[in-house]
């Protein structure tokens, strides 16, 4: 069976501080992965998705950075966080073979706070 | 660019009633899926809708999608405290097969 990991669960930072997230996919193979952000009450906003190691597309240009080192690891990162990447990250695999549907599956997100 | 709108933003509704959320396309398309996210968790899937005119049932939930595949709605019958959460649709770009995320409903129920 398939499970995702991110940690950490929960992160306190400071302005002006670097962030890394990790995010790590067991149980298939070149899947999709995507990083979402979602704001307190608000809806998901797609930041980054790769389709392969080294493949990543960015949705909306900010401050953050992603890279995918191995086939099923999802990374991430910021130099300099802003107090507007306070949000819930959510990291997310999708992949045909392992189901006719094109859903995606959610790991459990870390809830970032810039203060 | 491509959006799809959903409303309500918030529904309250006492136990025991109904809860509708709709899902409106700019563009058509290739199928449109639906999940739930209880409060303090992550997103999880509940159905896809493929078919133009498709109605599925889930128990209480019936799902359906428009004649021109650029509607949806989630229609949750008597309502229950476990139906609270936020529920989403997400449209798959008929061009490009990338999700397009609504924005959700938040079901509350009133105490």
């Known amino acids: 069976s398939q499970t995702i990991h991110q940690w950490p669960a929960t992160l306190v930072q400071p302005v002006g501080s670097p962030l890394s997230l990790e995010c790590t996919v067991e149980?298939?193979?070149?899947?999709?992965l995507y990083w979402y952000r979602q704001a307190a009450g608000r809806g998901l906003q797609l930041l980054f998705y790769?389709?392969?190691?080294?493949?990543i597309s960015s949705e909306v240009p900010q401050n953050l950075s992603a890279s995918r080192p191995q086939d099923r690891q999802f990374i991430l990162s910021s130099k300099k966080l802003l107090l507007s990447d306070s949000g819930f990250y959510l990291c997310?695999?999708?992949?045909?073979?392992?189901?006719?549907?094109?859903?995606?599956?959610f790991g459990p997100g870390t809830r970032l706070t810039v203060l | 660019g491509q959006q799809v709108m959903q409303i309500p933003q918030y529904q309250h509704v006492q136990e025991g009633e109904d809860f509708t959320t709709y899902c409106n396309s700019s563009?058509?398309?290739?199928?449109i899926q639906w999940y739930k996210q209880r409060p303090g968790g992550h997103p999880v899937f509940l159905i896809q809708l493929v078919k133009s005119g498709e109605v599925k049932k889930q128990k209480r939930l019936t799902f359906q999608f428009g004649e021109a595949k650029k509607n949806s709605s989630l229609h949750i019958t008597a309502t229950q405290t476990t139906d609270v959460g936020t529920y989403f649709c997400?449209?798959?770009?008929?061009?490009?097969?990338?999700?397009?995320w609504g924005a959700g409903t938040k079901l509350i129920i009133k105490p």
């Open positions: 563009t058509t398309l290739s199928n």
């Open positions: 790769s389709v392969g190691i080294g493949q």
């Open positions: 149980g298939t193979s070149n899947p999709n």
């Open positions: 997400a449209g798959m770009s008929a061009s490009n097969y990338q999700l397009i």
């Open positions: 997310a695999w999708r992949d045909l073979a392992v189901s006719s549907y094109n859903e995606q599956f």
